[in-house]
């Protein structure tokens, strides 16, 4: 099968062009890999959406691993939490995103309670 783009010869059984990775089967809705990429060709929309929606989970876990230094967590913690949260919202069907903004809200939390115990704690030892 000759591809329509570039007139590679390519097997018949094969689904996109060897060569330059255009889709050999117009009528099925498979996903063409090109240079590491798993998206489909046509959803460059969906594929802007899901990269911002990667983006607002990675913003949330950086601010939670940053919430980890000592004096800081005590305002980043909860930032964290209410990121990770909205990020978790908006991410859908991307797993990868789902995961760092859950992870995000358990590092928030966990950086939120200790700080703030230990604040607590450091305060009320005085007496």
Same mark, same amino acid.
């Given at each position: 099968m000759n591809c329509p783009a570039c007139h590679t010869e390519n097997a018949s059984e094969a689904f996109a062009c060897v060569n330059c990775g255009h889709s050999l089967r117009a009528n099925e809705d498979r996903p063409v890999r090109r240079s590491g990429s798993r998206r489909r060709n046509g959803d460059a929309a969906e594929a802007a959406v899901a990269d911002s929606n990667n983006a607002e989970a990675? =913003?949330?876990? =950086?601010?939670?691993?940053?919430? %980890?230094?000592? /004096?800081?967590?005590?305002?980043? /913690?909860?930032?964290? %939490?209410?990121?990770?949260?909205?990020?978790?919202?908006?991410?859908?069907?991307?797993?990868?995103?789902?995961?760092?903004?859950?992870?995000? %809200?358990?590092?928030? %939390?966990?950086?939120?309670?200790?700080?703030?115990?230990?604040?607590?704690?450091?305060?009320?030892? =005085?007496?």
């Open positions: 990675w =913003r949330a876990y =950086r601010l939670a691993l940053w919430s %980890i230094v000592p /004096g800081l967590g005590l305002l980043l /913690g909860p930032a964290a %939490i209410v990121l990770g949260y909205q990020a978790v919202r908006h991410v859908g069907d991307d797993f990868s995103a789902s995961n760092r903004a859950k992870a995000a %809200i358990v590092f928030g %939390i966990g950086s939120t309670l200790t700080q703030w115990l230990g604040g607590v704690l450091i305060y009320f030892s =005085r007496y």
